[in-house]
């Protein structure tokens, strides 16, 4: 589930309109199960199916924390040992990342810098997040202070 650190990135090397390069990221229900143990959030829809189900939802889904937690550290890794850090990561949960037993759901994660104050030293980063062609997160923003 992690991403990697990508090569470290100087504040004077970013240009509004740079791309982040697209991830992937794969969850399955072991870790819908490992998140709801490290977070505290046990919420039967991250792992009932008949919960989730009877409360409207396809099939168990992915923690919103969780996949905002993907996509902020993709924005890291993106940033790299260059970066101090990621300032702030503000978004609204779109859609839910359904996840079914036996498959691992995939959510792609990308972004382009929208904006960069040379006097903050920081970038502005819209992130996209999908699963299966759906926005799951939208107005996901991140803000990178660099050194």
Not at 5 to 15: D, I, K, M
Not at 110 to 120: E, H, I
Request: glycine share 10%.
């Amino acid at each position: 589930m992690s991403a990697e650190a990508g090569p470290a990135r100087t504040f004077e090397s970013l240009a509004v309109g740079d791309a982040l390069p697209v991830v992937e990221q794969r969850l399955t229900r072991a870790d819908l199960k490992a998140y709801a143990d490290a977070s505290g959030d046990q919420n039967p829809i991250h792992q009932d199916e008949a919960v989730a189900t009877s409360v409207g939802l396809p099939d168990v889904i992915a923690h919103g924390m969780l996949t905002m937690g993907l996509a902020g550290s993709a924005v890291e890794a993106w940033a790299g040992a260059g970066a101090d850090a990621v300032q702030s990561f503000t978004t609204k949960f779109t859609a839910p990342v359904v996840v079914p037993a036996g498959v691992e759901a995939v959510v792609s994660i990308g972004g382009s810098v929208t904006a960069l104050d040379a006097d903050a030293r920081t970038a502005t980063v819209e992130v996209s997040v999908t699963h299966e062609g759906a926005k799951v997160l939208g107005r996901a923003r991140a803000v990178v202070r660099f050194a």
